[in-house]
């Protein structure tokens, strides 16, 4: 198995919801991140968790909130998005560390209204 | 800190001819360095690495890049484009806290 799973594909929430983004790797990598991508821009690194620990977060607003419960599912909580925050959500995950080669999940629309 | 250019957002290239999209790059030592493909509303796929060794790196799906130190860049080949690898390419480069990505060059196939 060598894909990354995320779930929901598309999400429509309001701004005053809370939802969360599902990632889930089966490749025993140990390192598993999520980048934003905005319509024709290159993704942005919003957290890395290395080993279940967050060992870097891109100052990202406390809206969004990082979950690793093991080293196979990385989770993203949203609280209180902003319509900026609509964007592709894209999960990837890499053997050990971050500056190997990432695999990406095809992400999540989200569209916050 | 690391950044990357890809100086030409949009390439056209007839089918069946070579393809060259351009990748500098800014960083003190030698990076890990990548190039990744993206098709509308999809993940990225890795197309190859370069992380030392030889210069010439070869990839999936035909692709090869070279690196040239002196020049500081990463340039992407294809000897003979077909139309299903019209996509968004991005090169990035790793150096420790994560990968950071050019702004992507949009290829455009035509027949």
């Known amino acids: 198995d060598t894909e990354v799973t995320q779930t929901p594909k598309h999400l429509v929430m309001g701004m005053t919801n809370k939802k969360s983004l599902k990632c889930e790797q089966h490749?025993?990598?140990?390192?598993m991140y999520w980048y934003k991508q905005k319509a024709k821009k290159p993704p942005e690194l919003m957290f890395v968790y290395s080993y279940e620990k967050l060992s870097i977060n891109e100052s990202v607003p406390s809206r969004f909130s990082p979950e690793c419960p093991n080293s196979s599912l990385l989770n993203l909580h949203l609280h209180a998005l902003q319509p900026e925050d609509s964007a592709l959500y894209l999960c990837a995950s890499s053997p050990s560390g971050p500056d190997e080669k990432l695999f990406f999940g095809s992400g999540t629309q989200l569209s916050v209204l | 800190a690391q950044s990357v250019t890809q100086p030409d957002i949009h390439i056209t290239v007839s089918e069946g001819a070579s393809l060259e999209l351009r990748c500098n790059y800014s960083y003190g030592a030698t990076p890990y360095l990548f190039w990744y493909v993206q098709s509308p509303g999809q993940g990225l796929q890795l197309l190859l690495k370069y992380f030392s060794g030889d210069t010439l790196v070869q990839g999936i799906k035909g692709f090869e890049a070279e690196f040239k130190r002196s020049q500081s860049s990463f340039n992407l080949r294809k000897p003979s484009v077909h139309w299903s690898d019209a996509a968004e390419y991005f090169c990035a480069v790793g150096a420790g806290d994560g990968l950071t990505f050019g702004k992507g060059t949009h290829l455009i196939i035509q027949p």
């Open positions: 490749m025993g990598h140990r390192a």
